[in-house]
């Protein structure tokens, strides 16, 4: 009953699978919009400290190497108090998870099949999710492999397709600090620390399963890097293109700025080359979340996660519809609520209170295992 | 009886995560809309004319079934394998 899989991939796979966690959501709803014209010096800054977020994360898997997120709370708190912070954090992945779904469903119910019912959205893509994952974390990071040539080639492709068009305009980038630095410090932390790179979190379910654990620290704080790059890309575009006042207004704002592309007269209308970066992405991401859940499901209950693929994924299908009334509603929620009081607890603080109990633990179990061996 | 109970991990599984997403729903809307607990419940199963939730609902009620089906076959596998 409880016989597990093995299941491996490869470094380059996690750096896809990175890479395009926080592409996601990002490229739906945008960051930093609040700080206008700086959100690219936000994102900029958000991505260092967010680099240095994950090293953290991989130095507790270090710590315990071959053993995931929940195995490692069970390791420091102990079976009981382990398996209820493991369920809140199963509770956590999975509403997460499913809040992602919800941005996608509400970009293409507005934006391309307007007539569709959102919960047909919703249940076609937790479907997909749900099979990809039944399949196995292979398959998931084989599918990502396949993909990011497209994803990364037409994200650049629509920078320079503005540039082009002639809508990228540098003046809307100015003035540069003109408030100081102050709102982007308040506006990193919590919020743009949290959301996307502190949601990488859930990879330390996935990262004890790379082939090269050794070298995942490296990679997993480059593709970190490169990723933030590729959002400040896609933040400046945004500015530059759209303005900061009309930025801050819109729901969407890379899909208003690919609208505006218009290459010889004949080009034009390519927002969907950006609802197809956003697709996959969203995939990704939901599917990465979907995944820490249940696995950390797969630990507390002790039964193989492909039993609970399919009925999980259902649940995840609905709620994402019952999480809120309305966009307006889902957007609130996620910028008053969900950053404070579930980002913070779960991505910074109990990993923070984790990390000296779980040096001691290991430390206790080396002496112990020596002091035997010397016998 | 008790053996068989603890077998039906899938479906209690279910019902955990179902019913414990539902509550965090409702208590997160409490806290920002200021509203009763009573409030946001009804809220969630209230069937909103004209919307489509009955599709969800009926994907949820899939997936309960589902869960209830994959205890049945993990239970018929253990008794296979005992006799």
């Given at each position: 009953m409880s016989k597990k899989l093995v299941e491996n991939i490869s470094l380059w796979q996690l750096a896809v699978l990175m890479f395009t966690f926080e592409i996601g959501s990002v490229a739906v709803v945008g960051v930093g919009t609040d700080t206008k014209q700086d959100a690219w010096i936000a994102v900029g800054v958000a991505t260092v400290l967010g680099a240095g977020l994950v090293w953290f994360y991989v130095y507790l898997l270090k710590q315990l190497p071959g053993r995931n997120l929940f195995e490692m709370i069970t390791f420091c708190f102990g079976k009981w108090l382990g398996k209820i912070i493991g369920l809140l954090y199963v509770y956590y992945f999975l509403y997460i998870s499913a809040r992602v779904l919800r941005d996608f469903c509400e970009l293409i119910t507005s934006v391309i099949f307007e007539n569709t019912p959102i919960e047909v959205i919703s249940i076609t893509m937790v479907g997909i999710c749900a099979y990809m994952l039944y399949l196995g974390l292979e398959v998931f990071g084989r599918t990502g492999e396949v993909f990011i040539p497209y994803v990364f080639t037409f994200i650049i492709l629509i920078g320079l397709a503005i540039l082009f068009s002639g809508e990228f305009q540098m003046k809307n980038l100015l003035p540069i600090l003109g408030d100081g630095l102050g709102p982007i410090l308040k506006h990193v932390f919590p919020r743009l620390l949290t959301f996307p790179f502190g949601e990488l979190v859930t990879f330390m379910v996935i990262i004890p399963y790379v082939s090269h654990f050794a070298k995942a620290a490296k990679v997993s704080v480059f593709t970190v890097l490169i990723s933030g790059f590729i959002i400040i890309y896609g933040t400046v575009i945004e500015i530059a293109s759209l303005g900061a006042r009309q930025m801050e207004r819109t729901?969407?704002?890379?899909?208003?700025?690919?609208?505006?592309?218009?290459?010889?007269?004949?080009?034009?209308?390519?927002?969907?080359?950006?609802?197809?970066?956003?697709?996959?992405?969203?995939?990704?991401?939901?599917?990465?979340?979907?995944?820490?859940?249940?696995?950390?499901?797969?630990?507390?209950?002790?039964?193989?996660?492909?039993?609970?693929?399919?009925?999980?994924?259902?649940?995840?299908?609905?709620?994402?519809?019952?999480?809120?009334?309305?966009?307006?509603?889902?957007?609130?929620?996620?910028?008053?609520?969900?950053?404070?009081?579930?980002?913070?607890?779960?991505?910074?603080?109990?990993?923070i209170l984790m990390a000296p109990l779980l040096i001691w633990k290991v430390k206790k179990q080396k002496r112990r295992s020596d002091a035997n061996g010397s016998r | 009886m008790l053996k068989n109970r603890m077998i039906r991990v899938v479906t209690f599984t279910f019902t955990m995560i179902f019913s414990g997403l539902l509550l965090m729903i409702a208590l997160i809307d409490m806290f920002i809309w200021q509203q009763s607990f009573y409030q946001c419940v009804s809220k969630l199963f209230a069937l909103d004319e004209g919307a489509n939730e009955g599709y969800v609902i009926a994907t949820a009620a899939a997936g309960f079934i589902y869960s209830i089906a994959s205890d049945y076959r993990i239970r018929k596998k253990k008794r296979s394998q005992q006799s």
């Open positions: 729901v969407f704002p890379l899909l208003s700025a690919a609208r505006e592309i218009s290459l010889l007269e004949f080009i034009e209308r390519v927002d969907l080359v950006i609802v197809f970066v956003v697709m996959f992405g969203i995939i990704t991401k939901v599917s990465v979340f979907l995944f820490g859940g249940l696995k950390g499901l797969e630990h507390i209950m002790n039964i193989p996660y492909r039993y609970l693929v399919f009925p999980v994924s259902m649940i995840i299908g609905y709620i994402a519809i019952q999480i809120s009334a309305n966009n307006a509603e889902h957007i609130e929620e996620g910028i008053r609520f969900i950053p404070l009081y579930m980002h913070i607890p779960f991505q910074i603080i109990i990993p | -």
